[in-house]
């Protein structure tokens, strides 16, 4: 309840800032996937890789929360909290996401043409590692794109709570290699990781097109928010409330 407070309370500029950091922060990521993809003899469907693309996946979310910036999968939890209990009101709610959102799609964007014009000169990663990743998001229905929204937001709504109930670094730590790794390895698609993804294979492949990230970022939202906010906090405040009355 705290927590989501205070950020509601944050100044506008601070909180787009924040989000604008997040989104840089969290692709490298999918830089790094995409460098594994190219650097090892397996692919997606071989167990070794597959386990080392979801930890290489949560190196983004390690950057983002243990930096405390704003992340939107985050606050789709954390913040509708305080409105649930009648502390906050929706109108409060839809200017957080909003600006944190935002934040977090613009710093994705920026980050994936940074690393497009240095792609050539890495020389660890190649233009199909991109178009590979992106593909595992857009080739799927956009039934499955809500759905697995879904369980994206319901695995970061559950991180969100339990890193604010951790106490130290390396439990914190811990978590959230744990609770990221798994929404990597099941491919789900997390909105703001996924953005640079998509974007990535958008920018560097001709089999990506607009409509295949304007859809993908469009579902992966609307899940994730459904996912944190449903499954989440409604059911976490609910048997609290009531396991203290």
């Given at each position: 309840?705290?927590?989501?407070?205070?950020?509601?309370?944050r100044?506008?500029?601070g909180?787009l800032?924040?989000?604008?950091s997040?989104g840089?922060d969290i692709?490298?990521g999918?830089l790094?996937?995409?460098?594994?993809?190219?650097?090892?003899?397996?692919?997606?469907?071989?167990?070794?890789?597959?386990?080392?693309?979801?930890v290489v996946?949560?190196?983004?979310?390690?950057?983002?929360?243990?930096?405390?910036s704003?992340l939107?999968?985050?606050h789709?939890?954390?913040?509708?909290v305080p409105v649930?209990d009648?502390?906050?009101?929706?109108r409060?709610l839809a200017?957080l996401?909003?600006?944190?959102?935002?934040?977090?799609?613009?710093?994705?964007?920026?980050?994936?043409?940074?690393?497009?014009?240095l792609l050539?000169e890495?020389?660890v990663?190649?233009?199909?590692?991109f178009?590979?990743?992106?593909?595992?998001?857009?080739?799927?229905s956009?039934t499955w794109?809500?759905?697995?929204?879904?369980?994206?937001g319901?695995?970061?709504?559950?991180?969100?709570?339990l890193?604010?109930?951790?106490q130290?670094t390396?439990?914190?730590?811990?978590?959230?290699?744990?609770?990221?790794?798994?929404?990597g390895?099941l491919h789900?698609?997390?909105?703001?990781a996924?953005n640079v993804?998509?974007?990535f294979?958008?920018?560097?492949?001709p089999a990506?097109g607009?409509g295949d990230?304007?859809?993908f970022?469009g579902?992966a939202?609307?899940g994730?928010?459904?996912?944190?906010?449903?499954?989440v906090a409604?059911?976490k405040?609910?048997h609290?409330?009531?396991?203290?009355?």
């Amino acid at each position: 309840m705290e927590t989501g407070l205070h950020e509601m309370r944050r100044e506008s500029s601070g909180l787009l800032l924040s989000g604008l950091s997040a989104g840089l922060d969290i692709g490298f990521g999918p830089l790094m996937m995409a460098v594994v993809l190219t650097l090892s003899p397996g692919s997606y469907g071989d167990l070794g890789t597959e386990l080392l693309l979801a930890v290489v996946y949560s190196i983004g979310f390690i950057f983002v929360i243990l930096g405390r910036s704003e992340l939107f999968t985050e606050h789709t939890t954390l913040a509708v909290v305080p409105v649930i209990d009648g502390q906050a009101s929706p109108r409060q709610l839809a200017r957080l996401w909003g600006l944190v959102y935002a934040g977090n799609v613009a710093g994705g964007i920026a980050f994936t043409l940074l690393v497009s014009l240095l792609l050539p000169e890495l020389g660890v990663v190649s233009p199909a590692a991109f178009e590979t990743i992106a593909n595992k998001l857009v080739s799927h229905s956009l039934t499955w794109l809500f759905v697995g929204g879904i369980f994206a937001g319901w695995l970061m709504g559950l991180l969100a709570w339990l890193v604010t109930a951790a106490q130290e670094t390396t439990s914190r730590l811990i978590l959230i290699v744990v609770v990221t790794s798994t929404i990597g390895l099941l491919h789900l698609p997390h909105s703001i990781a996924g953005n640079v993804e998509v974007l990535f294979g958008l920018f560097t492949s001709p089999a990506i097109g607009i409509g295949d990230y304007l859809a993908f970022l469009g579902l992966a939202t609307a899940g994730n928010a459904v996912g944190g906010a449903v499954f989440v906090a409604l059911l976490k405040y609910g048997h609290v409330v009531r396991g203290a009355s």
